[in-house]
């Protein structure tokens, strides 16, 4: 049987609705999995029936994860956040770690996951650390921005077999400080921690940049969402 991966909802505030990209379904059906997009909740209960049926969870882009969670104060109108997300994805985040689930975080993914861990973020990453490099390109999503080094011995290194790839960057925060349970993967050229992973469990990775946006002509990217289902059969 194929797994079944939940994956986290976008919320549209203007509309008031739930959403996914359809890059994050195309991603996982084309690695062998079926995803399946949660409800916005934070009945703990039903969280845990759903999160039961999954052999992983998918914890996606968004907004930006609130300064509340790492004990700080938005530090000014560009922290755009979605607090009721952040509330549920903690009881997920908690649930999948006690329950060894397979996990994958994305852009707002790795720093959530960075957050409720313990690290702590750069709210503004324009303002908090200023670079020559593009970390919010234009459209089209599916071109690399800017260059990425593995660390050695690394899950993802061995994964990919180099030490040095180029991906694609679309974010507004990114992780300062990283949580104790967590180990770095790669990091870019000026110095921003790109990917992560816990290293006592099965399979629990988190990438900055956008596989979803190109996995489908970048092999790297294709290899990451393989990896992530591979884990759960």
Not at 22 to 27: D, I, M, N, Q, S
Request: hydrophobic share 40%; net charge negative.
């Amino acid at each position: 049987m194929k797994p079944l991966v939940g994956v986290m909802p976008l919320w549209d505030e203007r509309k008031q609705s739930l959403w996914m990209l359809p890059v994050y379904r195309e991603g996982l059906f084309q690695a062998g999995a079926i995803p399946s997009i949660f409800p916005l909740s934070e009945n703990a209960s039903d969280l845990s029936a759903l999160l039961e049926m999954c052999q992983g969870i998918l914890f996606t882009g968004g907004q930006d994860v609130s300064p509340r969670v790492y004990g700080e104060t938005p530090l000014n109108d560009s922290v755009s956040c979605c607090p009721q997300r952040d509330r549920m994805e903690s009881i997920i985040l908690d649930l999948a770690i006690e329950a060894n689930k397979s996990v994958l975080g994305i852009c707002r993914g790795i720093q959530f996951i960075n957050a409720a861990l313990g690290g702590t973020l750069y709210q503004d990453l324009p303002l908090q650390h200023p670079s020559n490099i593009d970390h919010h390109q234009k459209p089209p999503y599916d071109v690399p921005s800017h260059g990425v080094h593995l660390q050695p011995r690394s899950p993802i290194y061995s994964l990919l077999g180099k030490e040095d790839i180029r991906v694609n960057s679309y974010h507004h925060q990114a992780i300062k400080n990283i949580a104790p349970k967590l180990d770095i993967m790669g990091v870019s050229d000026d110095n921003l921690i790109e990917a992560v992973y816990m290293p006592d469990k099965k399979f629990f990775w988190a990438v900055q940049w956008h596989p979803e946006f190109d996995f489908h002509k970048n092999l790297d990217d294709k290899k990451i969402f393989d990896a992530f289902v591979s884990s759960m059969l």
